[in-house]
């Protein structure tokens, strides 16, 4: 995909002339006139590289870029300061605003690209470390199995030592809202209500929501109107990209079975974790599930299996057993704690936070601590 560069310049001719220059050379490019256009466009478009002009009435380019800088969304994205104004002062005063690089009117346009070229690779090499983000996605063999219960507490504590998104995309059928005490749940069905394409990083942090875990939101609801509404597969992946970039670590809660939505979604993730219990049924639907997201190209060391025991009963399959028929090892079994479940959704806290020293606690820390470090390492 080509990199977007965002041009400001309230002289037409200039942002024609640049905009031209820049499209030969391949890159995608968007503009605007004025300082609150560019500002509003930064946000919503999210360009790899604004070219900025100083000069401009309303709202000068230093201005625009002091704003860019402050706001969390934009802070990121290298800026080229581009004038008509040549004195040491107006460089310092630009470099002082936030600009990364300084070019002075007129310029050839091949002094223009490099610098260009140049900004966008070092942009590249500081977003590096960013790129180890982990999305990891939670996704039950059939309903009813504690799916959302893993996800909520493995995010919470991943949310212990990085900036940590929990979202819900059970359209119709969410309750990872109201298992943590959030009444405002309709989130993820209004941004799966416009096409990818018109979804920016802006209005995915909009609709998050901020949690006493540390965790940050994306709810969907339990309206049967949300279950109607048609999402497209590519929007979900937008929205989860977006995810990625807004945040260190992202957990998806991604309901029961494959269809064509959360199977659009398994080339976002790092990791999924397939939650089963110890049943026949569960685990053969299980096996079957693993043999699909494989051929739809997840790796078999990126699939976990974790079965929990919701229930101690002379009926359950013994875990090796378990394992022959998946055909997969068992990355983790959890205890049955539904009382304890009970009280933390009560208290609108994970079990991880509302009884830290429990068994069950200490068996979702460890799940969490072994894919996270999996991952990284």
């Excluded at 024609?16 to 050379?25: E, F």
């Excluded at 919701?310 to 205890?335: F, K």
């Excluded at 079990?351 to 990284?376: D, Y």
Aim: aromatic fraction near 2%.
């Amino acid at each position: 995909m080509a990199e977007k560069i965002l041009v400001v310049d309230d002289d037409l001719e200039s942002l024609k002339l640049i905009g031209v220059m820049l499209q030969r050379q391949g890159y995608a490019v968007i503009t605007a006139n004025a300082g609150q256009q560019a500002l509003d466009r930064a946000l919503a478009d999210q360009p790899d590289l604004v070219i900025l002009d100083i000069m401009m009435s309303a709202m000068d380019g230093y201005e625009v870029c002091r704003r860019l800088r402050h706001d969390p969304l934009t802070q990121h994205i290298p800026i080229i300061m581009f004038t008509a104004k040549t004195m040491v002062d107006d460089k310092v005063a630009g470099f002082e605003a936030g600009a990364d690089d300084y070019l002075t009117k007129p310029t050839h346009p091949a002094e223009l690209v490099s610098r260009v070229k140049a900004l966008l690779a070092r942009s590249a090499q500081r977003r590096a470390p960013s790129d180890r983000s982990l999305v990891w996605g939670f996704l039950g063999a059939k309903g009813g199995v504690g799916t959302t219960t893993l996800a909520t507490n493995v995010a919470a504590v991943l949310a212990r030592n990085a900036p940590t998104a929990l979202a819900d995309f059970r359209l119709g059928q969410g309750t990872l809202g109201l298992s943590l005490g959030v009444t405002r749940s309709t989130g993820m069905a209004n941004l799966l209500a416009s096409p990818a394409n018109e979804i920016a990083a802006q209005a995915v942090e909009r609709e998050m929501v901020p949690h006493s875990s540390g965790l940050r939101l994306l709810l969907s609801s339990g309206r049967p109107k949300e279950t109607l509404l048609s999402a497209s597969p590519d929007t979900l992946a937008a929205v989860v990209q977006h995810l990625r970039a807004l945040q260190h670590m992202v957990v998806l809660d991604l309901g029961a079975g494959l269809n064509r939505l959360t199977a659009r979604l398994l080339p976002e993730m790092d990791q999924l974790t397939l939650v089963v219990e110890p049943n026949r049924v569960a685990l053969t639907l299980a096996r079957d599930m693993i043999a699909e997201m494989q051929q739809i190209g997840l790796a078999r060391n990126q699939i976990s299996v974790v079965m929990i025991n919701r229930a101690q009963t002379s009926a359950q399959v013994p875990w090796q057993e378990a394992e022959q028929l998946l055909g997969h090892e068992m990355t983790a079994i959890i205890s049955p704690a539904p009382e304890m479940a009970f009280q933390a959704a009560e208290a609108g806290l994970p079990i991880v936070i509302f009884q830290p020293n429990s068994v069950v606690a200490s068996q979702l820390n460890k799940l969490a601590e072994e894919i996270a470090g999996r991952h990284s390492a």
